[in-house]
């Protein structure tokens, strides 16, 4: 549905996006992950037709955006960075507006704009100027402009961005009940949210997309894949800790909360060597879990221009 083609922008010296390409199929929802100037609203804004690239285009449901941009923006809902609107219009002259411009008029405007309160949960602030809006409302506009001509493909810049738990949780709702017929791109901050929506994260800094995968996959990168957390009754003491670490495809021991954290070494399994050890010296094991991988762990490895080795 969505296919982006070598997507570069300089800003001046500044290469803000460098040489950018995916694809996203129908049903996926893309993470967009990056620190602060990475290059993800650029890329979006180049997606959407609203910058032109230095170089490259984007393909929407088979449309250029460069070459044919009212048809291809016809398959796009676009939450731009921000969220804006018009402040001194309350929501329901925005999505009115919103409407008119998307080519609805009539029995259908009404219906379409009562579809997207319901699903966005704004009824209750229709009619106050949007400029009294809380951040979290005014999110939550933007996104139901976005949803109005219920686009193929969604593009939604930071769309949890200033919302409360339950506002996130619901948005998130949102979003993945809207999966199965969408090609979805969230750009966001939070590998909370990207473990939560997405059926994939593209990570990207300085421009560039340094990873691609699952969420499951890029957590396999981090040290704490198949690490143990272990809880011994009466404690640990140093014999113990170096046993464990003298176990082969054991990394390293670290204190964690009451008990230690075993890593693994390359990721490998060493829960099993682990419980047999416990067993033949006889400890009394009150705790034992084996960790997924941590993105966090991963996302700062990859986006830190001198990553610190990780403790071994
Ligand atoms: N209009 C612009 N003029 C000059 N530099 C810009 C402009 N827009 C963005 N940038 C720069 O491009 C880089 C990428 O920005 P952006 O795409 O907004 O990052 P992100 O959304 O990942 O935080 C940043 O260094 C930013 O300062
Ligand atoms: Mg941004």
Same mark, same amino acid.
């Given at each position: 549905m969505l296919e982006i083609r070598h997507l570069v922008k300089s800003f001046g010296p500044l290469i803000a996006v460098d040489d950018v390409s995916f694809t996203?199929?129908?049903g996926e929802v893309l993470g967009f992950l990056g620190p602060n100037g990475a290059g993800?609203?650029?890329?979006?804004?180049?997606?959407?037709?609203?910058?032109?690239?230095?170089?490259?285009?984007?393909?929407?449901?088979?449309?250029d955006i460069a070459t044919q941009p009212i048809p291809a923006?016809?398959?796009?809902?676009?939450l731009p960075e921000g969220a804006p609107a018009y402040p001194d219009m309350t929501p329901d002259n925005f999505l009115g507006f919103i409407a008119h411009i998307r080519g609805f008029s009539g029995e259908e405007a009404r219906r379409r704009i009562s579809r997207v309160v319901e699903m966005i949960r704004i009824a209750e602030v229709m009619h106050q100027p949007i400029e009294t809006l809380s951040k979290g409302y005014k999110r939550r506009v933007g996104v139901a402009q976005a949803l109005l001509h219920d686009p193929d493909v969604l593009i939604l810049d930071e769309p949890?961005?200033?919302?409360?738990?339950?506002?996130?949780?619901?948005?998130?709702s949102v979003i993945a009940a809207m999966r199965p017929n969408k090609a979805i791109?969230?750009?966001?901050?939070?590998?909370?949210?990207?473990?939560?929506?997405?059926?994939?994260?593209?990570?990207?800094?300085?421009?560039?997309?340094?990873?691609?995968?699952?969420?499951?996959?890029?957590?396999?990168?981090?040290?704490?894949?198949n690490a143990v957390r272990l809880a011994i009754v009466g404690g640990a003491d140093a014999n113990v800790r170096a046993e464990l670490a003298a176990l082969p495809g054991v990394a390293g021991v670290d204190t964690a909360g009451n008990g230690?954290? *075993?890593?693994?070494?390359?990721?490998?399994?060493? *829960?099993?060597?682990?419980?047999?050890?416990?067993?033949e010296r006889g400890w009394t094991v009150?705790?034992?879990?084996?960790?997924?991988?941590?993105?966090?762990?991963?996302?700062?490895?990859?986006?830190?221009?001198?990553?610190i080795a990780a403790a071994a």
């Amino acid at each position: 549905m969505l296919e982006i083609r070598h997507l570069v922008k300089s800003f001046g010296p500044l290469i803000a996006v460098d040489d950018v390409s995916f694809t996203v199929p129908q049903g996926e929802v893309l993470g967009f992950l990056g620190p602060n100037g990475a290059g993800k609203s650029t890329t979006m804004k180049m997606i959407t037709g609203f910058l032109a690239p230095t170089a490259g285009t984007a393909i929407i449901c088979g449309y250029d955006i460069a070459t044919q941009p009212i048809p291809a923006k016809r398959h796009i809902g676009y939450l731009p960075e921000g969220a804006p609107a018009y402040p001194d219009m309350t929501p329901d002259n925005f999505l009115g507006f919103i409407a008119h411009i998307r080519g609805f008029s009539g029995e259908e405007a009404r219906r379409r704009i009562s579809r997207v309160v319901e699903m966005i949960r704004i009824a209750e602030v229709m009619h106050q100027p949007i400029e009294t809006l809380s951040k979290g409302y005014k999110r939550r506009v933007g996104v139901a402009q976005a949803l109005l001509h219920d686009p193929d493909v969604l593009i939604l810049d930071e769309p949890t961005d200033g919302l409360d738990p339950n506002q996130k949780y619901e948005m998130r709702s949102v979003i993945a009940a809207m999966r199965p017929n969408k090609a979805i791109i969230i750009s966001t901050h939070l590998l909370e949210e990207v473990e939560a929506v997405c059926s994939r994260a593209i990570i990207i800094a300085h421009g560039r997309i340094l990873a691609d995968g699952t969420p499951a996959e890029l957590a396999q990168r981090s040290r704490h894949h198949n690490a143990v957390r272990l809880a011994i009754v009466g404690g640990a003491d140093a014999n113990v800790r170096a046993e464990l670490a003298a176990l082969p495809g054991v990394a390293g021991v670290d204190t964690a909360g009451n008990g230690l954290i *075993v890593f693994s070494r390359g990721g490998d399994p060493v *829960v099993g060597a682990i419980a047999d050890l416990a067993r033949e010296r006889g400890w009394t094991v009150s705790g034992l879990q084996v960790e997924r991988g941590r993105l966090d762990d991963v996302f700062r490895e990859i986006t830190t221009p001198h990553p610190i080795a990780a403790a071994a």
